[in-house]
């Protein structure tokens, strides 16, 4: 953790880290290392466990890109730098190609000549829009907004709701294949 944590040629690092650089994380059967974990539908920061908590390190070159990104669209751009002859290796060339990869699946998956995407390329541009989608949290609700879902009595006599609890069965996957055939 001397100049951040390297995962796949990105750098995650973050003032919060200082005080565990370099030093043991006292697990003996990982040889010291920290327990690192990460998102692979967003690769914007990695979370390391300290024995203080849990650390968020963003990613070092989080502000030359557009948008969240995958692992598999990292992935993507690292082959297109290599494709284009740039260095695949090189953190701040693949960030570039990934905020062009990432700009244009913004604006759409059409092709605008450069040849940045092929027919691979345009499901990777999908793959992005889609998980990018699916992993946004729910937007929050307005202060003061009532739930929608306790009549406003309910709310305001702090009565406990009460009501009829139905058990589900047990899922039976031979029965169900049996249905099927």
């Known amino acids: 953790m001397r100049t951040g944590i390297q995962i796949d040629y990105r750098t995650y690092d973050c003032p919060e880290l ?3 650089r370099l030093q043991h994380s006292g697990v003996a059967a990982k040889n010291g290392l920290w327990e690192i974990h990460y998102d692979p539908y967003d690769l914007s920061q990695v979370f390391v466990r300290t024995p203080d908590g849990w650390v968020s390190a963003p990613w070092t070159h989080l ?6 990104f995958a692992d598999f669209t990292w992935r993507y751009a690292r082959h297109l730098a290599a494709e284009a002859g740039l260095d695949d290796t090189n953190e701040t060339v693949v960030a570039r190609v990934l905020d062009a ?3 244009r699946a913004q604006a759409g998956p059409a092709d605008d000549g450069d040849g940045l995407l092929d027919g691979a390329g345009a499901r990777v541009v999908a793959r992005t829009i889609v998980g990018a989608a699916a992993h946004r949290p ?3 609700e307005p202060a003061g907004t009532q739930s929608p879902e306790l ?4 709310e305001e006599s702090g ?3 009460t009501g009829t609890v139905v058990p589900l069965g047990i899922f039976d996957a031979e029965a169900e294949a049996e249905r099927w055939i």
């Open 138 to 140: 729910p937007a929050l």
């Open 151 to 154: 009549p406003e009595a309910v």
């Open 18 to 20: 200082g005080p565990w």
């Open 159 to 161: 009565e406990a709701l």
């Open 101 to 103: 990869l990432l700009t």
């Open 63 to 68: 502000p030359m890109v557009a948008a969240p």
